[in-house]
């Protein structure tokens, strides 16, 4: 008996000592963010502060802007240590997130806020992408000009969450998917519509249509050309649904020092993206550097696709437009897929997404003299070569 | 006698691959171009380029740059893919050998133990590797044990494991479970501890069995890397290059085979050390040929 009340005297002890603990680093925190929010001024920087942003998928030009960030020390001149992680076939950006294993992710917006729905407290926090880049190719002689011609065609997707503007431009179209097309299960590349399988098929503007650009016309003997292809565009019918954005962990966001480094993180970001849209070529070397498998003038493609959907950015890069978001959260609503399911089931609540940090960063890149709206914005004309090398 | 047995061995080898070659070539010859079709349901392949690229425009591409402006030649960056998931195997296959054998004695040594466990077992395989490899992955960089931290390769190595015990635990419990009974017998009647009787009887007694268990352990750590390597995005190794060069299939097909070629060496590469030690193993074994 005496040994055990020594024992549970030895637990309390020891239990104490670990509050007493935790309570102490917890003061130590809020001091030190209490002290990097007294010296802003980003040359005092002694220990910068590590922070972990998960892709949605492997290196690519798509994610270009934190990768400019990286190289070209923006991050490290708002006193931050970014750690790039890849995504892959079974990494959920979204999820890593709400589990804690990043500090940032990047995500589609329809597909972080079914997340959402389902628990993760993700909130938006900087929409990088301001257009959708989704859209539906198919050769001339099939005839399909808008997403009203896909009835009775074979049309490709993806699955996994990028299916979702389809579903919204049939349903839109007043077309049934279960019964006026027959919906065709789509590889990662084109060979299905190459092939003929399918009729019209998914495909990026900044990756998968450069594809079938990069592919042999066995007719000519000749690279495919734009004009042996019909694109339908979501953006341009009117369901484009808001792609690439930063998503913060909505826990931590009561914590000023987190938002402190979101907003230092969005600006950098923005910065990053700001120099891949005056440079495309040293973007793209930076990205082939960072171990990019796809070939250069594919990578090139790319970069200069991806930013026509951030740039101009009228509001400021990084802004959410709340036209753009209602859009995507009621497409997201009434979108209905095979068994008649919607993404989401109820509008996303108002904490869903937040202007604040992406204001607070565009403020900072106003000082620093950086163009955040790219009013000037011109695309550039990319010559694709065989197999996108 | 040997060296004879060995070059025949070879030679057979060069046959069985060469045979492959030229089927595939002879379908491409004689295949439908656009697949054969029964009742709507493409049930032939289609034998045109971008499906199936000759046999030589593969080899070719071994020779050229992997993307262009690059000097690396594409056979060094499968090559380099490959020694990376060989040793991704080799660390998962020793694991899965070591927790198998160790399994499969604890399993002979106690029946209930086999009895209770083997159903476990059993079940553990029928758990897709891609619902699993998620899981495990994530313990990467989070999982520290002491002053131990959880390197992401490891991940993608214990799938492999989990692929090669199964076989290992089940080949070597078989095998120790084969020695005679007279042998058995004889070696109770002189006293024989139950450690003496395992290292000097049982596991002899199991080469024979545990040798093409291991070999399907092999391949199976083989194929557990790789993918863990295609699910997680591991980058380095062989699964990897699978994933990203089978993403350029539209416009450059031949390039994914040369890595799912590299993925097959690697196979046959893991295969082949087993069946070597087992050249070694049984080296000294009496031929008891007299049968």
């Not at chain 1, 005496?2 to 003061?27: E, P, R, W, Y």
């Not at chain 2, 029946?111 to 590797?129: E, K, N």
Request: proline share 4%.
């Amino acid at each position: 008996m005496k040994k055990t009340l020594k024992f549970a005297f030895a637990g309390i002890a020891v239990m104490s000592l670990v509050v007493g603990a935790c309570g102490g680093s917890d003061d130590a925190a809020t001091d030190e963010g209490a002290v990097t929010e007294e010296t802003t001024a980003p040359a005092e920087c002694t220990t910068p502060t590590p922070v972990k942003l998960q892709l949605q998928w492997f290196t690519q030009a798509q994610f270009a802007g934190y990768y400019a960030a990286q190289d070209q020390g923006f991050y490290a001149d708002q006193c931050l240590e970014v750690t790039i992680m890849e995504g892959a076939v079974d990494i959920t950006p979204q999820n890593v997130l709400a589990d804690g294993q990043a500090d940032f992710a990047i995500s589609w917006v329809s597909k972080a806020l079914a997340s959402r729905e389902g628990g993760a407290n993700i909130v938006n926090i900087a929409q990088i992408f301001q257009r959708s880049g989704t859209l539906q190719v198919s050769f001339k002689d099939s005839n399909i000009a808008t997403s009203a011609d896909f009835k009775g065609k074979k049309i490709g997707n993806w699955g996994y969450g990028n299916e979702f503007e389809i579903f919204a431009a049939l349903t839109k179209a007043g077309l049934d998917p279960a019964k006026d097309v027959t919906l065709v299960q789509q590889q990662f590349d084109m060979a299905g519509l190459l092939s003929g399988d399918i009729d019209a098929a998914e495909a990026m503007t900044y990756n998968e249509y450069a594809q079938v650009l990069e592919a042999i016309n066995p007719a000519t003997g000749a690279l495919y050309t734009a004009d042996d292809f019909n694109v339908v565009s979501y953006e341009a019918e009117g369901v484009g649904m808001l792609q690439d954005a930063i998503w913060a962990d909505g826990s931590r966001l009561e914590d000023p020092a987190y938002v402190e480094t979101a907003t230092k993180f969005v600006a950098a970001s923005i910065q990053g993206w700001a120099f891949c849209r005056d440079d495309i070529q040293a973007c793209r070397d930076i990205v082939v550097a960072k171990g990019s498998k796809l070939g250069a003038s594919h990578q090139l493609w790319q970069m200069n696709e991806v930013n026509q959907l951030i740039w101009p950015a009228t509001g400021g890069a990084g802004m959410i437009d709340a036209a753009a978001w209602d859009r995507t959260s009621s497409l997201s609503q009434t979108a209905k897929n095979l068994e008649g399911g919607t993404v989401l089931t109820k509008a996303p609540d108002a904490g869903a997404y937040t202007n604040d940090i992406v204001t607070a960063a565009l403020a900072m890149l106003d000082v620093m003299g950086v163009d955040t709206k790219g009013s000037a914005y011109m695309s550039e004309v990319v010559e694709l070569a065989e197999g996108g090398n | 006698m040997l060296a004879r047995r060995i070059a025949y061995r070879s030679a057979m080898f060069v046959v069985a691959i060469t045979s492959v070659v030229v089927l595939w070539e002879l379908y491409k010859i004689l295949g439908p171009q656009d697949g054969g079709k029964f009742f709507g349901v493409s049930i032939l392949p289609r034998a045109n380029d971008t499906a199936m690229p000759h046999f030589s425009t593969m080899l070719s591409r071994y020779g050229r740059p992997e993307v262009r402006g690059s000097d690396k030649k594409i056979w060094v960056v499968v090559l380099s893919g490959a020694m990376f998931s060989l040793r991704l195997s080799l660390v998962g296959f020793f694991l899965g050998t070591t927790i198998g054998v160790g399994l499969a004695v604890l399993m002979s040594r106690y029946r209930i133990v086999q009895r209770g466990l083997l159903p476990y077992l059993v079940m553990s395989q029928t758990v897709p590797l891609i619902a699993l490899a998620p899981l495990v992955v994530s313990w990467g960089g989070k999982l520290e044990i002491g002053s131990f931290i959880w390197p992401r390769w490891l991940s993608a190595s214990i799938l492999g494991t989990f692929l090669a015990f199964f076989p290992i635990a089940v080949g070597t419990l078989r095998g120790l479970a084969s020695a005679p009974a007279a042998a058995v017998e004889l070696m109770d009647s002189y006293a024989a501890s139950w450690k003496q009787t395992l290292f000097k009887l049982r596991f002899p007694a199991a080469v024979p069995f545990m040798v093409p268990a291991f070999k399907l352990g092999a391949s199976g750590a083989v194929v557990g890397v790789v993918v863990a390597e295609i699910s997680t995005g591991l980058k380095g190794g062989i699964g990897r290059l699978i994933i990203e060069y089978a993403r350029e299939a539209t416009g450059d097909p031949a390039k994914v085979f040369t890595a799912v070629f590299g993925a097959a060496a690697l196979g046959i590469t893991m295969s082949g050390l087993v069946a070597l030690s087992d050249v070694l193993l049984m080296r000294n074994r009496p031929k008891e040929t007299t049968t």
